[in-house]
């Protein structure tokens, strides 16, 4: 620990770094002029700093207030020493920031048991300090732990569920990358930004439940396939309901909802306008956009211009006007997703 | 040598008696004085009573520590007479100020010459 002492006086400077010598682990580093000393503490924080009253400027309460304030955060006991008994000098002294006084002659004693209570309260805070800090990081890199394994489950999850669609990796990645534009274009959170490029891809999830003769069929499905094939949203509903985490939450809502229309044509259940879930209107634009952008075996992809034209046309019916404008007003930054997450590019880039 | 002059006892409090840092701290108190002496006698001689003070002041500090208390007691007086604007009472300080410093001088040779320090 070191210990600055400051004092016009080269003999008290002497006695004080003898007294100080007897507490172990402690240096003593000596100044005559309190301006050298502030020079020093600008560039080393003492453990503890024991300082004369009176002294060619700055004085002992100068030197104390221009310390205190070049140093901010900085919780270094100082001890002022004084041949004053005078209570004003006290007062401004302990306004500036003195933490103890000691008067001359200086008792040795008492020097040594003061500096050494001082040094020893000072580092125990400064281990609580650094014990509350270890804290906190542990509990920052176990909460990014837990996300990296939350995501590694989805992004497993959702590799699962495309070995039983046609539709490629990057589809579900641009339409995560497009719902999560969209959320910070309405200026939702940071978090919730995420939980929207997470979630979203999990939007057809319960397609794993339709049976392959409908899901992979070439052709037109008739009424009863399409009927069975509705059923992937309550389907995906079922199967991330009931999850204590909010991005599975999300998930079940956007999978149960992402098929409704605003006009309420849609289904599962036909909700119209703002009953349909915020995150689920979503979905619908960004699958949509990214569908019709898309080259399918069964068709070819539609040009961005042609895409946005469609989009805006459905406004109002299946989609919320609302997010329709702003999807439309954020067109920049959706092509450069488009672009980013080609097909050419491998589908793993969803969670970055 | 009397105990006004160099309060032994003192100086063995500080030191834990150690005979060496004995005749160090006595050095140090001597050659300070000297400076002090040195700034004091120009601050006096214009009138100067916060230099003059803030030295006195010093002086008493470093010799009062180390028991030098004639040399303490005089230099008090003289940091009184300053800060009253007594230039009468300032001007015979300050010769028991330097007398003190004489006798301290004294002591600390007849110390060295007894090897006590």
Same mark, same amino acid.
């Given at each position: 620990?070191?210990?600055g002492?400051?004092?016009?006086a080269?003999a008290?400077?002497r006695?004080?770094e003898h007294?100080?010598?007897r507490?172990a682990?402690?240096?003593t580093?000596?100044f005559?002029?309190s301006?050298?000393?502030?020079d020093?503490?600008?560039y080393s924080?003492p453990?503890?700093?024991?300082?004369?009253?009176r002294?060619?400027?700055?004085?002992?309460?100068?030197?104390?207030q221009?310390y205190?304030a070049?140093r901010?955060?900085?919780?270094?006991?100082?001890?002022?020493?004084?041949?004053d008994?005078?209570?004003?000098?006290?007062?401004?002294?302990l306004?500036s920031g003195?933490?103890?006084?000691?008067?001359?002659?200086?008792?040795p004693?008492?020097l040594? !048991?003061r500096? /050494?209570?001082?040094?020893?309260?000072?580092?125990?805070r @400064?281990?609580?300090?650094?014990? %509350? #800090?270890?804290? +906190?990081e542990?509990?920052?890199?176990?909460?990014a732990?837990?996300?990296?394994?939350e995501e590694e489950t989805?992004?497993q999850l959702?590799?699962? !569920?495309?070995? /039983?669609?046609?539709?490629?990796?990057?589809?579900?990645v @641009?339409?995560g990358?497009?719902? %999560? #534009?969209?959320? +910070?274009a309405?200026?939702l959170?940071a978090?919730?930004?995420?939980n929207?490029?997470?979630?979203t891809p999990m939007?057809?999830i319960?397609?794993? !439940?339709?049976?392959?003769s409908?899901?992979?069929?070439?052709g037109?499905?008739?009424?009863q396939?399409m009927?069975?094939?509705?059923r992937?949203?309550?389907?995906g509903?079922?199967?991330l309901k009931?999850s204590?985490?909010?991005l599975l939450?999300l998930?079940?809502?956007i999978?149960?909802?992402h098929?409704?229309?605003?006009?309420g044509?849609g289904y599962?259940?036909?909700?119209?306008?703002?009953?349909?879930a915020l995150?689920?209107?979503?979905?619908?634009?960004?699958?949509v956009?990214d569908?019709?952008t898309?080259?399918?075996?069964?068709?070819d992809a539609?040009s961005t211009?042609?895409?946005?034209?469609e989009?805006?046309s459905?406004s109002?019916?299946?989609?919320?006007p609302?997010?329709v404008?702003l999807?439309?007003?954020?067109r920049d930054t959706?092509?450069a997703?488009k672009?980013?997450?080609?097909?050419?590019?491998?589908?793993?880039?969803v969670?970055? | 040598?009397?105990?006004m002059?160099?309060n032994?006892?003192r100086l063995?409090?500080?030191?834990?008696?150690?005979r060496?840092?004995?005749?160090?701290?006595i050095?140090l108190?001597?050659?300070?004085a000297e400076?002090?002496i040195g700034?004091?006698?120009?601050a006096?001689?214009?009138?100067?009573?916060?230099v003059?003070?803030t030295?006195?002041?010093?002086?008493k500090?470093?010799?009062?520590n180390?028991g030098?208390e004639?040399?303490?007691?005089?230099?008090?007086r003289?940091?009184?007479?300053?800060d009253d604007?007594d230039?009468?009472?300032a001007?015979?300080?300050?010769?028991e100020?330097?007398?003190?410093?004489a006798t301290?001088r004294?002591?600390?040779?007849?110390?060295?010459?007894?090897?006590?320090?």
């Amino acid at each position: 620990m070191i210990v600055g002492l400051v004092d016009d006086a080269r003999a008290n400077l002497r006695i004080y770094e003898h007294v100080l010598s007897r507490i172990a682990g402690t240096r003593t580093v000596s100044f005559t002029s309190s301006e050298d000393a502030l020079d020093w503490s600008a560039y080393s924080e003492p453990d503890l700093l024991i300082v004369d009253y009176r002294m060619p400027a700055p004085d002992g309460i100068e030197f104390i207030q221009r310390y205190r304030a070049m140093r901010p955060q900085s919780e270094t006991p100082i001890i002022m020493i004084t041949g004053d008994h005078d209570r004003e000098v006290r007062n401004r002294a302990l306004e500036s920031g003195a933490t103890d006084f000691l008067h001359k002659p200086t008792d040795p004693v008492e020097l040594h !048991a003061r500096a /050494r209570n001082l040094l020893a309260l000072h580092e125990s805070r @400064r281990k609580l300090r650094a014990h %509350a #800090a270890s804290l +906190e990081e542990e509990v920052a890199r176990a909460v990014a732990d837990i996300a990296a394994r939350e995501e590694e489950t989805i992004h497993q999850l959702m590799r699962a !569920a495309e070995f /039983r669609d046609d539709s490629t990796g990057q589809h579900i990645v @641009r339409m995560g990358h497009y719902a %999560a #534009a969209m959320a +910070e274009a309405l200026g939702l959170s940071a978090e919730e930004q995420r939980n929207m490029l997470l979630a979203t891809p999990m939007h057809d999830i319960g397609k794993v !439940a339709i049976p392959d003769s409908i899901l992979l069929k070439p052709g037109r499905l008739d009424p009863q396939e399409m009927e069975i094939m509705r059923r992937h949203a309550q389907a995906g509903y079922d199967i991330l309901k009931g999850s204590r985490s909010k991005l599975l939450q999300l998930a079940a809502e956007i999978a149960l909802g992402h098929h409704e229309k605003f006009d309420g044509s849609g289904y599962p259940y036909g909700l119209k306008g703002e009953a349909i879930a915020l995150s689920a209107r979503i979905c619908a634009i960004s699958d949509v956009f990214d569908a019709l952008t898309t080259k399918r075996p069964y068709k070819d992809a539609w040009s961005t211009d042609e895409a946005l034209i469609e989009i805006r046309s459905l406004s109002g019916t299946s989609f919320d006007p609302m997010l329709v404008a702003l999807f439309l007003k954020i067109r920049d930054t959706i092509l450069a997703i488009k672009a980013r997450f080609s097909d050419n590019v491998n589908g793993v880039a969803v969670l970055q | 040598m009397s105990l006004m002059d160099l309060n032994m006892s003192r100086l063995h409090d500080i030191t834990g008696g150690d005979r060496e840092l004995n005749g160090e701290v006595i050095r140090l108190v001597l050659e300070d004085a000297e400076t002090a002496i040195g700034e004091l006698v120009p601050a006096l001689a214009v009138r100067n009573a916060a230099v003059g003070g803030t030295l006195a002041h010093q002086l008493k500090g470093a010799s009062a520590n180390v028991g030098a208390e004639r040399l303490a007691d005089a230099a008090l007086r003289l940091e009184r007479a300053l800060d009253d604007d007594d230039w009468t009472t300032a001007s015979r300080s300050f010769d028991e100020v330097l007398a003190a410093l004489a006798t301290l001088r004294d002591v600390a040779a007849s110390l060295e010459a007894a090897g006590e320090s």
